[in-house]
């Protein structure tokens, strides 16, 4: 089992920063693969960023490309995601995954899910 606990999301207004944490806890919680989906009113989770825990890789959805970083201090468990020239449609509940199987852009192939963060942007 592997306890996830988001933190760091909050209001800010379009153009500026935030930087979500995913506290990881649990049996060898450093050799998954990590995810951050995110999920806004009226509408379907989706993937937003995933890395590996054997090489590093990381992926992006292409709303967000350029503009977020995820990364992961294994030292620490956490995973971060900094979010930089927020906008407005990147207004969700932000949640922090984890994955034994796969290395995945698709939320069925994680396995543990943080409650979740909201991150508000407004224009």
């Known amino acids: 089992q592997v306890q996830l606990v988001e933190s760091g999301g909050g209001s800010v207004q379009a153009g500026g920063s935030l930087r979500l944490s995913c506290a990881t806890s649990?049996?060898?919680?450093?050799?998954?693969?990590m995810g951050w989906f995110r999920q806004a009113p009226g509408k379907e989770r989706e993937f937003v960023a995933a890395i590996s825990w054997r090489d590093g890789s990381t992926t992006y959805t292409d709303p967000v490309r350029g503009r977020f970083t995820i990364s992961r201090d294994s030292a620490k468990n956490t995973v971060y995601l900094q979010m930089n020239s927020l906008k407005p449609d990147d207004t969700a509940t932000y949640y922090c995954?984890?994955?034994?199987?796969?290395?995945?852009?698709?939320?069925?192939?994680?396995?543990?899910w943080g409650q979740g963060t909201q991150v508000t942007v407004s224009s």
């Open positions: 649990g049996r060898t919680s450093s050799n998954y693969h």
């Open positions: 995954a984890a994955s034994a199987r796969a290395y995945s852009t698709f939320s069925s192939l994680y396995d543990f």
